[in-house]
């Protein structure tokens, strides 16, 4: 993966983003400081990532709807947002795992039909939040681990293209080391990026995963 894989890593999670809003009819921006939408983003999600440090808050938070229950993710931890009624929600880090030998561990199974992403969002508690378009989008892998029952226990997302981020990892039976050892050997020849805070980082690094660099998400009370 050429480049700071902590830039990489930001693009990839701002198009996931992009790709989350647009699967609500919210249409985002993105140019060479960072992602936006001006409309407020679904639950979990942030209304802006930026892209490069150094980014100009004033200039980032006229792109949005800065009131309350703003979310802005600070890709490089160098935004102060505290003047503009904005606290630190979380810190993270970003990760990053390079291609490698798969692991012995069975990859996870994709969702491909509505009625299995119903029940994977069921079983990972965002319910509607994903939406059907989400499968439609090449960029876009929803993956699951079920019991003998067929039973969704576990899953995770992949997207992107050539390099894929990592994100909604949840289980439900197992330490979540196994469901990231199982996202690596679903696509073993492909960088892997996302970010984790403590103590869901633990088992990312136990699965061949390194720390890039931190990053904070703000919120708007």
Not at 58 to 87: N, Q
Request: charged residues 20%; negative net charge; glycine residues 10%.
């Amino acid at each position: 993966m050429p480049g700071d894989p902590r830039t990489a890593a930001a693009r990839n999670n701002a198009e996931w983003c992009d790709i989350v809003c647009g699967s609500h009819g919210l249409a985002g921006r993105t140019d060479a400081g960072a992602w936006s939408v001006p409309h407020r983003s679904p639950p979990w999600y942030p209304d802006a990532v930026t892209l490069r440090p150094g980014v100009d808050a004033d200039a980032l938070l006229t792109r949005i709807d800065a009131g309350p229950g703003a979310s802005v993710k600070d890709s490089f931890a160098d935004l102060d947002l505290t003047g503009y009624g904005f606290r630190v929600l979380f810190d993270a880090q970003w990760i990053h795992r390079p291609p490698a030998k798969p692991p012995v561990d069975a990859p996870l199974t994709p969702v491909t039909t509505p009625d299995e992403l119903t029940a994977w969002a069921a079983a990972h508690g965002g319910g509607e939040l994903f939406r059907p378009a989400l499968l439609a989008d090449s960029r876009v892998r929803v993956l699951a681990r079920h019991d003998e029952h067929g039973v969704t226990t576990g899953g995770a997302v992949l997207s992107g293209d050539g390099q894929y981020g990592v994100s909604n990892l949840f289980t439900h039976t197992t330490n979540p080391r196994d469901v990231w050892l199982a996202v690596c050997a679903t696509l073993p020849e492909a960088h892997l990026v996302g970010y984790e805070s403590t103590p869901d980082l633990t088992p990312a690094l136990e699965a061949g995963f390194t720390t890039t660099g931190p990053l904070r998400v703000w919120l708007n009370d």
